[in-house]
């Protein structure tokens, strides 16, 4: 395609967009509304899987010993342990220990086990198993389990798997809600172009029989759509990335520990994907608008 040519039909897609201004506006915040949900979702997902292979790397199992637990009853568990699968390292906290990293937890409410001492102590004397990976949580925890001496075995795989069904749930929450609004954007894109080309039926039909090609005519209004599409994701980036902001901002100020996808993912990887995204909804739209009147 010539640039003159290309040129032309760029300034013949302005010309239509300032004539239907209001719903070239209406189509334009429609693509904008999708990508924005989209992105929340997107969002929410990315952080959720940062925070479980945040948890999954610090994966431990917790062996709490009985008080009556016998030197060498905790000298067998701890070998059985050392030697299971996937088993990186074995700690031994004593009670005092617990309590004192108990304390620390707590930070400036710590007062509340100030009623406590070595005479008094709630805590366990305990294993910390520290592993390779978190696969391996299940049978080290079963290797041990029914030894002597064992109260209690405390895993985290399990808040690992609810916190990955969340993880899917809104994943699959977004992929659907996404699909059921790119409709809509399609709808709304579909009718701009609907009311363009209705409005120059009279134009499309004579370039038509002076032997003009579909793409030729198409092409004006495949760039409407396309600018419609490219202002909405714009917008719905930029929109995204200040509301994420305020929201990383307040979040890390009470959640210092807590892992999150920066802001300026938003504008750099994610600001190409809405491009993308807007540009292909725009053209699409177009596309299949058009169907009806190129078929004479």
Do not use: H
Not at 129 to 139: C, G, I, Q
């Amino acid at each position: 395609m010539k640039i003159s040519t290309f040129k032309a039909f760029f300034i013949d897609a302005l010309k239509s967009l300032r004539r239907n201004k209001t719903i070239s506006l209406a189509s334009a915040i429609t693509v904008s509304a999708t990508l924005f949900i989209f992105g929340i979702f997107l969002l929410l997902a990315l952080n959720i899987n940062e925070n479980v292979n945040n948890v999954e790397s610090k994966i431990e199992i917790k062996v709490y010993l009985k008080d009556d637990v016998t030197l060498f009853q905790q000298r067998d568990i701890e070998n059985k342990l050392k030697g299971s699968e996937g088993v990186k390292e074995v700690v031994f906290e004593s009670k005092s220990e617990a309590l004192n990293n108990f304390r620390e937890q707590l930070k400036e409410n710590k007062g509340i086990l100030s009623g406590y001492d070595s005479s008094n102590n709630p805590m366990q004397n305990a294993f910390i198993v520290r592993l390779e990976k978190p696969e391996f949580a299940d049978s080290a925890s079963a290797a041990v389990k029914d030894m002597t001496g064992i109260d209690e075995v405390v895993n985290d795989r399990d808040l690992i798997n609810k916190i990955s069904a969340v993880s899917n749930t809104i994943r699959w929450a977004g992929v659907v809600l996404f699909i059921v609004l790119i409709g809509v954007s399609l709808f709304l894109i579909g009718n701009t172009i609907k009311l363009t080309v209705f409005s120059r039926r009279r134009e499309i039909g004579i370039m038509k029989f002076v032997g003009a090609t579909d793409w030729f005519i198409r092409w004006p209004f495949i760039i409407e759509g396309v600018v419609i599409g490219l202002v909405g994701a714009i917008l719905s980036n930029l929109t995204l990335y200040y509301s994420y902001k305020l929201a990383f901002s307040a979040i890390t100020q009470q959640l210092i520990t807590v892992p999150l996808v920066s802001p300026a993912y938003v504008l750099g990887s994610m600001m190409w994907e809405f491009i993308l995204a807007g540009i292909s909804i725009g053209a699409l739209g177009s596309i299949l608008s058009l169907r009806k009147f190129l078929a004479v």
